[in-house]
């Protein structure tokens, strides 16, 4: 949706951009369609994506199979897209340029589901953050999940940021990056295999789904306690989409 009187360069490099995206992930984009509105009413460009894909045979993935004993893994860092902008769109400094982790998480899925097809969930915690994914999964499924909150990756950048404006980390956007729920035997080599991908080398194994606390996400500190990890109150700052 092209607001009318938007610049030919802009329309062209945001135009430009699907498409490479879609190459990178082995994609094809099949169709579009463009609109304009009036002057004022579209504040640029907005576009709006579907996608369609095939489910491999064999695969079950749904937050419902997340059983007690399951890995949870995370395939990298945490809160850097939501912080990225954030200082953006609110202009805000912190020291150090902060850029989006935004990429396809495509071949990484792949590689996962070429050691274990048996994957029990995935989440790509954008919109809802980590916390958001953590607790939709531990209710859907009916089990708790407790984390080793000193395991988090959160970078420094993101906890100065978050720590100066009061936000906790688990409940920032996060974009290329995924949550997966493995059974406890095949954790280390699923854990190896989103290693070895470039977009995973600091994926690290967070906590354990538990039959405790069923639908509660539970965070043991780093000063020997606990706390319970809700979802996050009222709008999301950013709110991405």
């Not at 509105?37 to 489910?55: Q, S």
């Not at 912080?83 to 953006?88: G, P, Q, T």
């Not at 994957?119 to 953590?134: I, M």
């Given at each position: 949706?092209?607001?009318?009187?938007?610049?030919?360069s802009v329309v062209g490099?945001?135009?430009?951009?699907?498409?490479?995206?879609?190459?990178?992930?082995?994609?094809?984009?099949?169709?579009?369609?463009?609109?304009?509105?009036?002057?004022?009413?579209?504040?640029?460009i907005f576009i709006n994506?579907?996608?369609?894909?095939?489910?491999?045979?064999?695969?079950?993935?749904?937050?419902?199979?997340?059983?007690?004993?399951?890995?949870?893994?995370?395939?990298?860092?945490?809160?850097?897209?939501?912080?990225?902008?954030?200082?953006?769109?609110?202009?805000?400094?912190?020291?150090?340029?902060?850029?989006?982790?935004?990429?396809?998480?495509?071949?990484?899925?792949?590689?996962?589901?070429?050691?274990?097809?048996?994957?029990?969930?995935?989440?790509?915690?954008?919109?809802?953050?980590?916390?958001?994914?953590?607790?939709?999964?531990?209710?859907?499924?009916?089990v708790g999940i407790t984390?080793?909150?000193?395991?988090?990756?959160?970078?420094?950048?993101?906890?100065?940021?978050?720590?100066?404006?009061?936000?906790?980390?688990?409940?920032?956007?996060?974009?290329?990056?995924?949550?997966?729920?493995?059974?406890?035997?095949?954790?280390?080599?699923?854990?190896?295999?989103?290693?070895?991908?470039?977009?995973?080398?600091?994926?690290?194994?967070?906590?354990?789904?538990?039959?405790?606390?069923?639908?509660?996400?539970?965070?043991?500190?780093?000063?020997?306690?606990?706390?319970?990890?809700?979802?996050?109150?009222?709008?999301?700052?950013?709110?991405?989409?």
């Amino acid at each position: 949706m092209l607001e009318e009187g938007v610049e030919l360069s802009v329309v062209g490099r945001v135009a430009q951009a699907p498409g490479d995206a879609a190459r990178t992930a082995g994609l094809t984009v099949a169709t579009g369609d463009t609109k304009v509105v009036d002057a004022g009413h579209g504040d640029g460009i907005f576009i709006n994506t579907a996608g369609i894909g095939l489910v491999p045979d064999g695969v079950d993935i749904r937050p419902q199979r997340a059983a007690p004993g399951d890995a949870v893994l995370v395939s990298g860092q945490i809160g850097v897209h939501g912080v990225a902008i954030m200082s953006v769109r609110e202009g805000l400094e912190f020291g150090v340029e902060i850029q989006s982790d935004t990429a396809s998480l495509a071949g990484m899925v792949a590689d996962t589901l070429a050691v274990c097809q048996d994957l029990h969930a995935l989440r790509d915690p954008t919109r809802g953050d980590l916390a958001t994914s953590l607790n939709e999964i531990a209710g859907a499924a009916g089990v708790g999940i407790t984390l080793d909150e000193r395991s988090l990756p959160v970078p420094d950048t993101v906890a100065n940021a978050c720590s100066f404006l009061g936000l906790d980390p688990l409940h920032v956007a996060n974009e290329g990056e995924l949550v997966a729920f493995v059974p406890p035997d095949h954790a280390e080599a699923v854990l190896e295999a989103i290693r070895a991908h470039p977009l995973g080398k600091e994926s690290v194994w967070i906590g354990t789904c538990v039959e405790d606390h069923p639908g509660m996400v539970v965070a043991a500190t780093g000063l020997g306690g606990t706390r319970v990890v809700d979802m996050p109150l009222g709008e999301q700052l950013p709110r991405i989409c």
